[in-house]
């Protein structure tokens, strides 16, 4: 089992560009994430998901769009990126009573 | 409303002393709680779960955790701290039913004296 994927690793984009950031998990998993990493404010919640099709907001979802049309994919878009987006992103992934399952993130800047 | 926290930012205690790492959180009934590990550069490595049962939870690398319901606590001990001990610490609070939202606290960074 690969477990969570995050694709890409590392991205640079600069100001107002969009991007898409794919999860894949192959655990059949119900629940779906997307946190982001910044210094001194551990991981905050962007969006998550509780089935195929469904998506709710987290913590800090302005900025961010997600779609989860697959039950294992579940995309995080950038639409005009900011350079206050720079930060490490981290998909997870559980099912009832299990822990959180995470992809090894996605070091993005914006210039 | 969902919450985490862990007051303490940086903690520094000498190798071989004992440690314990705070967490509070705010739910309306009994959530699942974790604490996990990240080392600079590295991903999230769970160390232990509560998610019933057995108030006082044993995790890997001779830590355990202690759910304290009336104090909405889920403090985070070790007897005795390996300088390999040195890493960001998280608490995590996650809801069991409803939203099945995870909720991370801010971190705490442990600092090893030798």
């Known amino acids: 089992n690969a477990g969570v994927t995050q694709t890409p690793k590392f991205r640079v984009l600069k100001t107002g560009q969009s991007m898409t950031l794919l999860c894949a998990q192959d655990?059949?998993?119900?629940?779906m994430y997307w946190y982001r990493q910044d210094p001194g404010m551990g991981l905050r919640l962007i969006h998550y998901?509780?089935?195929?099709?469904?998506?709710a907001k987290g913590e800090v979802p302005d900025g961010y769009n997600v779609s989860r049309l697959k039950k294992q994919n579940f995309l995080l878009g950038l639409e005009s990126a900011a350079p206050s987006q720079t930060s490490v992103y981290f998909c997870?992934?559980?099912?009832?009573?299990?822990?959180?399952?995470f992809g090894s993130g996605t070091q993005l800047s914006v210039l | 409303a969902q919450s985490v926290t862990q007051p303490d930012i940086h903690i520094t205690v000498s190798e071989g002393a004992s440690l314990e790492l705070r967490c509070n959180y705010s739910?309306?009934?009994?959530?699942?709680l974790f604490w996990y590990v990240q080392s600079p550069g590295q991903g999230l490595q769970l160390l232990l779960k509560?998610?019933?049962?057995?108030?006082l939870v044993q995790g890997i690398k001779g830590f355990e955790a202690e759910f304290k319901r009336s104090q909405s606590s889920f403090n985070l001990r070790k007897p005795s701290v390996h300088w390999s001990d040195a890493a960001e610490y998280f608490c995590?609070?996650?809801?069991?039913?409803?939203?099945?939202?995870?909720?991370f606290g801010t971190g705490t960074r442990l600092k090893v004296l030798a």
């Open positions: 995590a609070v996650g809801a069991p039913s409803g939203t099945y939202k995870y909720i």
């Open positions: 655990m059949n998993h119900e629940y």
């Open positions: 509560y998610f019933s049962g057995d108030t």
């Open positions: 998901s509780v089935g195929e099709g469904t998506t």
């Open positions: 997870a992934s559980t099912g009832v009573g299990e822990k959180l399952f």
């Open positions: 739910y309306g009934a009994t959530p699942y």
